[in-house]
Nanobody
Framework: QVQLVESGGGLVQPGGSLRLSCAVS????????MGWYRQAPGKQREWVAQ???????TYLDSVSGRFTISRDNSWNTMYLQMNDLKPEDTGVYYC?????????WGQGTQVTVSS
């Protein structure tokens, strides 16, 4: 089983930036396809972005141009750079594997965008 630990969330004003990290256990991270997800209060968890083992990247339309997903295989870590944050970006952010099949969810990291 892969363990996932998210960090980097916080309270930020609209227009601000945050960088989230996802630390992944084990030695096979470099071959995983990975994704970021978020869950807003009272809503279902939604997919935000993904990156394949070949670093092919896809974004949710509403974050495209503002968020950047990346990975550092030497550190078994995936990142989500979030710029120009909006109140609707508020939620708990999670990471998970896409390939292999999703693992047990971590605790997530809270992102709150508010003035």
């Amino acid at each position: 089983q892969v363990q996932l630990v998210e960090s980097g969330g916080g309270l930020v004003q609209p227009g601000g930036s945050l960088r989230l990290s996802c630390a992944v256990s084990g030695r096979l991270f470099s071959i995983y396809a990975m994704g970021w997800y978020r869950q807003a209060p009272g809503k279902q968890r939604e997919w935000v972005a993904q990156i394949t083992r070949e670093s092919r990247i896809t974004y949710l339309d509403s974050v495209s141009g503002r968020f950047t997903i990346s990975r550092d295989n030497s550190w078994n870590t995936m990142y989500l750079q979030m710029n120009d944050l909006k109140p609707e970006d508020t939620g708990v952010y999670y990471c998970n594997t896409l390939i292999p099949a999703p693992q047990p969810w971590g605790q997530g990291t809270q992102v709150t965008v508010s003035s």
